[in-house]
């Protein structure tokens, strides 16, 4: 029996695709799927698209995302195996340059400063925590999409590879500028980029399947906002019971 490729759509009754190589059994992602020994595995071995996959992040990250989650998975790297690259790069850049991203935690309330303080000083551990918690709110939010939980654990991990080397270029640009006063306003900037570039994502991502495009995008904003919200909500409540 012929089976359609996925990712270029050739009909073969092949193993795999005789025009684009990708298996002819590649199906949708699933909680069992992405916990699977065969897609683990795959983390350590990256494809020399990866520097294509970065770039086409940052041009056209929810279409990018959509279609790898699709099926169309040739050319696009393994989101798992980006992360842990991104983030093994941010540690030693961290660990060896002059400016820390701690520099600009300034403030006098004691509350906002422990908040400043930890999400500087481990903002590696605070990205990838958060997926889940970001792939629920998604959930909920786009129901109507008819994506799985799986799938929106995907998306996210691609956000957070993207919003880690935001944080890379942050850190590079520091050490460059060695300037405190300048950094203050560039690690503002940085932030602005990161709200911007995870509404921008899951605004594209979800473009096919709502006409709206105003209500979608104020969904957008929301599914990125209301998971930090959120977290700083119940920091607050935690720091207020320590007090």
């Known amino acids: 029996m012929e089976i359609q490729c996925l990712n270029c759509g050739t009909k073969s009754s092949g193993n795999y695709c005789p025009v684009c190589g990708q298996k002819t059994s590649t199906h949708?992602?699933?909680?069992?799927?992405?916990?699977?020994?065969d897609y683990l595995v795959s983390i350590f071995y990256l494809k020399r698209s990866m520097f294509t996959t970065l770039a086409s992040?940052?041009?056209?990250?929810g279409h990018t995302v959509r279609e790898y989650v699709e099926g169309k998975r040739v050319e696009i790297t393994n989101p798992l195996s980006l992360l842990v690259v991104v983030v093994l790069a941010f540690g030693f850049l961290e660990h060896y340059a002059d400016y820390h991203l701690m520099d600009v935690v300034s403030g006098d309330r004691e509350l906002a400063r422990n908040l400043e303080h930890l999400l500087a000083e481990h903002?590696?551990?605070f990205y990838i925590s958060m997926i889940p918690f970001y792939a629920v709110i998604s959930f909920l939010l786009f129901r109507r999409a008819g994506h799985n939980f799986a799938e929106h654990i995907i998306m996210n991990v691609f956000r957070s590879v993207v919003l880690v080397v935001l944080t890379v270029i942050h850190l590079v640009t520091g050490a460059l500028v060695n300037n405190l006063a300048v950094m203050v306003w560039v690690s503002r900037a940085f932030s602005i980029m990161g709200v911007v570039y995870g509404t921008w994502l899951i605004y594209q991502y979800f473009s096919p399947f709502y006409r709206n495009k105003l209500l979608l995008l104020l969904r957008a904003l929301t599914a990125y906002l209301l998971p930090f919200v959120l977290f700083v909500f119940g920091w607050v409540i935690v720091e207020a019971a320590k007090g």
């Open 28 to 37: 949708r992602f699933t909680m069992r799927h992405i916990a699977g020994q």
């Open 57 to 61: 992040l940052f041009t056209r990250p």
């Open 123 to 125: 903002p590696k551990i």
